[in-house]
């Protein structure tokens, strides 16, 4: 089931609606579908902090987009990018253990370059308006 919310024009009404939150969505599905072919052995290790760090990432945008302030707003959004930068230092201990191909390496670390860049954005919108 696809998940969509009607908008009004370009206004931005549900977080859903933030094209930072739609990087991070592509992450998420992105993950699952690398881990699901790691080691079993990993289960309850690599694949379970993967999954915790890249679905931390959207949840906490979620959560700032329905937070008041912009300072509140702010602190959710930082969150979401320590736990991106957590997903990436997983992301290289997975290439460098050969759980991922160099290909599948790259394509993922791309997306979470864009979503870093997208955070950043909010995270100073917050802070400089």
């Known amino acids: 089931m696809e998940y969509k919310i009607k908008t009004m024009g370009n206004k931005i009404r549900n977080f859903a ?5 739609k990087e991070g969505h592509k992450l998420v599905l992105k993950i699952y579908k690398l881990t699901k072919d790691f080691p079993k052995e990993e289960r309850f290790g690599l694949i ?8 931390s990432i959207t949840s906490n945008i979620a959560e700032g987009f329905s ?27 997975s ?4 759980y991922l191909k160099l290909e599948d390496f790259s394509d993922v670390i791309k997306l979470t370059v864009q979503v870093k860049k997208l955070l950043n954005g909010l995270i100073r919108y917050c802070k400089n308006s």
Request: aromatic share 6%; charged share 30%.
């Open 17 to 21: 609606d933030l094209e930072t939150w």
């Open 48 to 55: 379970d902090q993967m999954r915790r760090a890249v679905v």
């Open 67 to 93: 937070r008041q302030s912009k300072k509140e707003k702010a602190q959710f959004f930082l969150i979401s990018k320590g736990s991106l930068t957590e997903l990436q230092n997983q992301l290289l201990i």
């Open 95 to 98: 290439k460098d253990v050969h």
